[in-house]
C-alpha cells in the first residue's frame, strides 16, 4: 500500500524525486518514506509428476489453489520460513536443509501489496507427516501437471510447480 503519512511522526507525506524515481517524502522529519516489498516463502512438495497444493481460505484470493507459503517471520531465514508454513499449512513436517531453491522473485502486486517471493522444491519421500489442511488453507490436494489447468490458481503456480517437477529426481 502506498503511505500517505509518515509512520514517525504522521504528518502528510508529500513527494520529492530521489535516487531517479518519484517517492514520499516527510517535510516534517526530512526523509523519505520507502514503500519495501514485503519477504514470502514457499515450498512445493513433489509426488511425480505431482505437487501438493493447498486452497485459500481467506484473502487474498479465497478459494485460489496456490503452493504452501507465507510470510516469513522477523529475523527468519527463507528456508526455515518456507519449512514453518508448510507445517502450518498442511501438517507436513520436513528439514529445511532438504529444501531445493527454485526461484526469488517480485511477484505481481495484490491491492498493492508487493512481495518478494523466494520459492523452494522438496520430494514428498523426503517430508514427514499426512497432509490435512491446516491455518489459511481450506483444502489440500495432490494435484497433477495435467490437471493445473482445471483449477483457480494464483498467477506464480504454474511455472513453480513445473519447475519443482523438473527441479527434482
Given at each position: 500500500?502506498t503511505p500517505?503519512?509518515?509512520p514517525?511522526?504522521?504528518?502528510e507525506?508529500?513527494?520529492?524525486?530521489?535516487e531517479?524515481?518519484e517517492r514520499?517524502?516527510?517535510t516534517?522529519?526530512?526523509?523519505?518514506v520507502f514503500r519495501n516489498?514485503?519477504?514470502?516463502?514457499?515450498?512445493a512438495?513433489v509426488?511425480?509428476?505431482?505437487?501438493?497444493?493447498?486452497?485459500?481460505?481467506?484473502?487474498?484470493?479465497?478459494?485460489?489453489w496456490?503452493?504452501?507459503?507465507?510470510?516469513?517471520?522477523?529475523e527468519?531465514?527463507?528456508?526455515e520460513?518456507a519449512a514453518r508454513?508448510l507445517?502450518e499449512?498442511?501438517?507436513?513436517?520436513v528439514?529445511?536443509?532438504k529444501?531445493v531453491?527454485?526461484?526469488?522473485?517480485?511477484?505481481?502486486?495484490?491491492?498493492g501489496?508487493?512481495?518478494?517471493?523466494v520459492?523452494y522444491?522438496v520430494?514428498?519421500?523426503d517430508?514427514a507427516?499426512?497432509?490435512?489442511a491446516?491455518s489459511?488453507?481450506a483444502?489440500v490436494?495432490?494435484?497433477?501437471?495435467l490437471?493445473?489447468?482445471?483449477?483457480?490458481l494464483r498467477p506464480q503456480v504454474p511455472?513453480?510447480?513445473?519447475?519443482a517437477?523438473?527441479?527434482l529426481?
Amino acid at each position: 500500500m502506498t503511505p500517505n503519512y509518515c509512520p514517525q511522526c504522521g504528518t502528510e507525506l508529500g513527494e520529492r524525486h530521489i535516487e531517479g524515481r518519484e517517492r514520499k517524502w516527510c517535510t516534517d522529519c526530512e526523509r523519505p518514506v520507502f514503500r519495501n516489498a514485503v519477504p514470502c516463502a514457499d515450498v512445493a512438495v513433489v509426488r511425480g509428476d505431482e505437487v501438493l497444493l493447498v486452497e485459500r481460505s481467506v484473502p487474498p484470493d479465497a478459494g485460489a489453489w496456490t503452493i504452501p507459503g507465507g510470510h516469513l517471520e522477523l529475523e527468519e531465514e527463507p528456508r526455515e520460513g518456507a519449512a514453518r508454513e508448510l507445517e502450518e499449512e498442511t501438517g507436513l513436517r520436513v528439514d529445511a536443509g532438504k529444501l531445493v531453491l527454485l526461484e526469488a522473485t517480485q511477484l505481481d502486486a495484490i491491492d498493492g501489496k508487493h512481495v518478494v517471493s523466494v520459492a523452494y522444491a522438496v520430494n514428498a519421500a523426503d517430508v514427514a507427516g499426512t497432509p490435512t489442511a491446516g491455518s489459511d488453507a481450506a483444502a489440500v490436494e495432490w494435484v497433477s501437471l495435467l490437471e493445473l489447468e482445471k483449477r483457480t490458481l494464483r498467477p506464480q503456480v504454474p511455472r513453480r510447480a513445473e519447475k519443482a517437477v523438473r527441479s527434482l529426481p
